[in-house]
């Protein structure tokens, strides 16, 4: 099993950054890729970004691409999503995901995910 942890959501002005952290325990290394996706008020939950642990290859879904980026610390087992140029339309629950064996933007595909952590962007 892989435990997951996220935190540092919070509530920023438009035009702002934060910086969320997804950390691993347990059973890392089976881990291949994690991944961001994030589920506002009313809406189905959706892809953001995911990275794999071993080469760092990245993938971003277009609402994000360019203001938000993706990394990893493999000596921490952390995950990173810095989110930058903040629109309220961010505004969800983000939650973090991990994958065994594949890079991926399907929720479905993906085993073991943290509790989520609210951001909150104000107009």
């Known amino acids: 099993q892989v435990q997951l942890v996220e935190s540092g959501g919070g509530l920023v002005q438009a035009g702002g950054s934060l910086r969320l952290s997804c950390a691993a325990s347990g059973r890392t290394f089976s881990v291949y890729s994690t991944a961001w996706f994030r589920q506002a008020p009313g809406n189905e939950r959706e892809f953001v970004t995911t990275?794999?642990?071993?080469?760092?290859?990245?993938y971003y879904a277009d609402s994000v691409k360019g203001r938000f980026t993706i990394s990893r610390d493999n000596a921490k087992n952390t995950v990173y999503l810095q989110m930058n140029s903040l629109k309220p339309e961010d505004t969800a629950v983000y939650y973090c995901?991990?994958?065994?064996?594949?890079?991926?933007?399907?929720?479905?595909?993906?085993?073991?995910w943290g509790q989520g952590t609210q951001v909150t962007v104000s107009s």
């Open positions: 990275i794999t642990w071993s080469s760092g290859s990245t």
């Open positions: 995901a991990a994958s065994r064996s594949l890079f991926t933007l399907t929720e479905g595909e993906y085993d073991y």
